[in-house]
Nanobody
């Protein structure tokens, strides 16, 4: 089994910054891509940003220019640096990984972290 452990969430004032981290552990052969989703109360979970193993990145329009995703492949870790935070960024942020799992044979599947709360206050 693969586990994703997130950290870095918390309370921050509007205009401030936070950096989220997510480390994947388990029977990992390769991680093709990792990313971050977020969900606010009453809203659907939305994709925030993804990064592939070769460094291709994408972002939802609302965070472009403010958030930066990065990845340390050797440690199966993804980061999300969030700057200029506003109230609209308040949500539970979930890490996601597209993983090739090593077992009897190699199997590709997606995994989720437990979520970390980000709250932006004035």
């Amino acid at each position: 089994q693969v586990q994703l452990v997130e950290s870095g969430g918390g309370l921050v004032q509007a205009g401030g910054s936070l950096t989220l981290s997510c480390a994947a552990t388990g029977s990992i052969f390769r991680i093709n891509s990792m990313g971050w989703y977020r969900q606010s109360p009453g809203k659907q979970r939305e994709l925030v940003s993804t990064i592939t193993s070769v460094g291709s990145r994408n972002y939802v329009d609302s965070v472009k220019g403010r958030f930066t995703i990065s990845r340390y492949n050797a440690k199966n870790t993804v980061y999300l640096q969030m700057n200029s935070l506003g109230s609209e960024d308040t949500a539970v942020y979930y890490c996601n990984a597209d993983v090739v799992v090593r077992g009897t044979w190699l199997t590709r599947d997606g995994y989720w972290g437990q979520g970390t709360q980000v709250t932006v206050s004035s």
